[in-house]
């Protein structure tokens, strides 16, 4: 399970502890710099992120229901907007929780999938599964040739993953590779 984790931090993804560390103010602007470095054809980067906390209050709580991501790759700029939730804790106040842009479920890690798609874990189908070797080899060829796919040629599983389409691909066409990629890679680590 130790793997499992390590794995999954390996995407870019953003945990609502760090933004409450930050600070979940109303009209709080800050920004979240992403560990990975990406390595795309042969250039690096490291990505960064800004965030803006709304001005606009749950009307329970009071506090903060929306957040807006902006965010640069590969040239284009995104605007990427979240939901907060609250729920109340035991001893007092609220804790807060990120509502996944596709099942609406609260979450505390959103995963950057590719453009502006978040997803949280289950989304992800992150689920724990159980594998023997034979099905983990075969898993990590699969995960190789889908890497191959998309340009990479070395650095096997654990090199980045490209932010940005190969030339003449469509977003839809690498959004779907890098999801297979993602889901494939997690089922690996998980088993
Ligand atoms: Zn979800």
Redesign the pocket.
């Known amino acids: 399970m130790i793997g499992a984790t390590e794995k999954v931090e390996e995407h870019l993804c953003l945990s609502v502890k760090v933004l409450q560390r930050a600070g979940i103010a109303a009209g709080y602007q800050g920004s979240i710099t992403w560990w990975r470095t990406s390595s795309f054809e042969g250039r690096k980067q490291t990505n960064w992120l800004e965030y803006e906390v709304s001005e606009v209050l749950h009307e329970d709580c009071h506090r903060p229901v929306r957040l807006t991501l902006k965010y640069l790759i590969e040239g284009c700029n995104y605007r990427v907007p979240l939901d907060f939730d609250w729920t109340p804790c035991h001893y007092g106040g609220y804790r807060p929780w990120l509502n996944?842009?596709?099942?609406?479920?609260r979450?505390g890690t959103?995963f950057y999938v590719s453009w502006e798609l978040w997803?949280?874990?289950?989304?992800?189908n992150l689920a724990y599964t159980c594998q023997s070797e034979g099905h983990k080899s075969r898993l990590l060829r699969k995960i190789l040739k889908l890497r191959g796919q998309l340009g990479q040629e070395s650095g096997g599983i654990h090199a980045p993953l490209p932010l940005a389409p190969p030339p003449g691909w469509h977003s839809r066409r690498f959004n779907k590779k890098i999801r297979e990629i993602i889901v494939a890679e997690a089922n690996y680590w998980k088993g």
């Open positions: 996944c842009p596709t099942c609406h479920v979450s959103l997803e949280c874990r289950r989304c992800l």
